[in-house]
């Protein structure tokens, strides 16, 4: 049985994907923190320090997950955000070249900033405005370094909006949900803006595909390639739990400076690799919803 190992196995899109890849691989989790109720090995590290990772085995693929994420958050802390999401990036990168191991690495649309063209292939421009995009993409072209200069297989998949069980507080469509769930009214951000949102399961499958078939160097486009604003996120809710009486406020303070208007993902990349999104969004918003009710 192979070993892979998995960093930031324990946040949203790790907890989802760790159930999957138990099923055929031998896993090795690295966090800052260890976590009793996940039954892998595991290893307490903090990537964004210049420590080593010390594993005696062959690692056949990493799967590099951990980073911050919150896009408020990184451009409050930057520095944070640049030894965690690039410093870390170049930790893991530097042991998949000792380990000659492939390698997963996670990204993001807002690497992209803000587009013309609705619809976006990888080679799109990538222009990105916000500190949480920079990492990113600084963590891209770090993989594509390493993979031509020392052979390694390193698969980009760039994530679109993601939601589902486990999906972090600081994301619209948990704060949409919860609040709905649990209030009268609800203050978002900017309600206009259309984003490509994508069942989680989905992302989980096209990780999957990415670690199967991928070979040397690669970038893959993740989303349903359809755009829904946020008011047309946040009337599907109101639907499924029935509560049309729920008004939506938006709030000034909460829109980004930085925020752009849509983003949709031409997947048609992978879809070559055999992936398709099967999950509908109302079927998707009813399994996330549920995982929220049991929270409550």
């Not at 800052?32 to 062959?58: F, V």
Request: aromatic share 8%; glycine share 6%.
């Amino acid at each position: 049985m192979k070993t892979v190992l998995v960093t930031g196995y324990n946040g949203f899109i790790g907890s989802n994907l760790i159930p999957e890849l138990q099923k055929k691989f031998r896993l090795i989790g690295v966090s800052k923190l260890k976590h009793s109720d996940i039954n892998i090995k595991q290893i307490k590290h903090d990537i964004s320090k210049n420590n080593t990772i010390r594993l005696p085995e062959k690692i056949s693929t990493i799967i590099h997950l951990a980073g911050i994420t919150g896009v408020d958050f990184c451009q409050s802390n930057p520095k944070k955000a640049f030894a965690t999401n690039i410093q870390g990036t170049k930790q893991i990168l530097e042991l998949a070249r000792k380990k000659d191991s492939n390698v997963i690495f996670l990204s993001t649309s807002h690497v992209f900033g803000k587009v013309k063209n609705n619809t976006i292939k990888e080679d799109y421009e990538k222009n990105p405005n916000s500190v949480y995009g920079i990492t990113k993409l600084a963590g891209e072209i770090l993989c594509k370094s390493y993979s031509n200069s020392y052979g390694l297989n390193i698969g980009i998949p760039r994530l679109f909006s993601i939601y589902g069980p486990h999906a972090p507080i600081h994301s619209v469509s948990y704060s949409i949900i919860q609040q709905i769930l649990t209030k009268k009214n609800i203050r978002l951000g900017n309600i206009k803006s259309e984003r490509d949102f994508l069942y989680v399961k989905d992302a989980i499958n096209a990780i999957l595909v990415i670690m199967k078939k991928n070979k040397k160097f690669n970038d893959y486009n993740i989303g349903a390639g359809k755009g829904y604003s946020i008011t047309e996120i946040c009337d599907l809710v109101k639907k499924i739990l029935k509560k049309d009486h729920v008004s939506i406020k938006t709030v000034r303070t909460k829109i980004r400076k930085n925020d752009f208007s849509s983003i949709i993902s031409n997947s048609s990349k992978i879809k070559k690799l055999g992936w398709e999104p099967k999950i509908s969004i109302k079927k998707g918003l009813r399994f996330t919803i549920d995982w929220h009710k049991h929270k409550i």
